[in-house]
Nanobody
Framework: QVQLVESGGGLVQAGGSLRLSCAAS????????MGWYRQAPGKQRELVAA???????NYADSVKGRFTISRDNAKNTVYLQMNSVKSEDTAVYYCNADIRRTLAQLTSQYWGQGTQVTVSA
């Protein structure tokens, strides 16, 4: 099986910083693209940031200049550095990974359990 284990969520003041981590573990051949999504109360889940295995990145317009996504391929881990957070950033953040289980098989999407980020004034 494949697991995505997230950490780093919690309560942070507006203007502060937080760093989320997500590590892929289990039986698989390769972790391809990884990303972070979030879902606020009453809102649809949206892409926050994504990164390919070659470190190409893209961000939602709302977080550009404030958030940074990165990865450690040796650890199969993706990070989200959140700076200058706003109340609008309050949401459950979900890790996502595109993973190939074996060389002969297609890739599949996997999701973490979600971690709550709450921004207070």
């Amino acid at each position: 099986q494949v697991q995505l284990v997230e950490s780093g969520g919690g309560l942070v003041q507006a203007g502060g910083s937080l760093r989320l981590s997500c590590a892929a573990s289990g039986s698989f051949f390769r972790v391809n693209a990884m990303g972070w999504y979030r879902q606020a109360p009453g809102k649809q889940r949206e892409l926050v940031a994504a990164i390919t295995s070659g470190a190409s990145t893209n961000y939602a317009d709302s977080v550009k200049g404030r958030f940074t996504i990165s990865r450690d391929n040796a650890k199969n881990t993706v990070y989200l550095q959140m700076n200058s957070v706003k109340s609008e950033d309050t949401a459950v953040y979900y890790c996502n990974a595109d993973i190939r289980r074996t060389l002969a098989q297609l890739t599949s999407q996997y999701w973490g359990q979600g971690t709550q980020v709450t921004v207070s004034a």
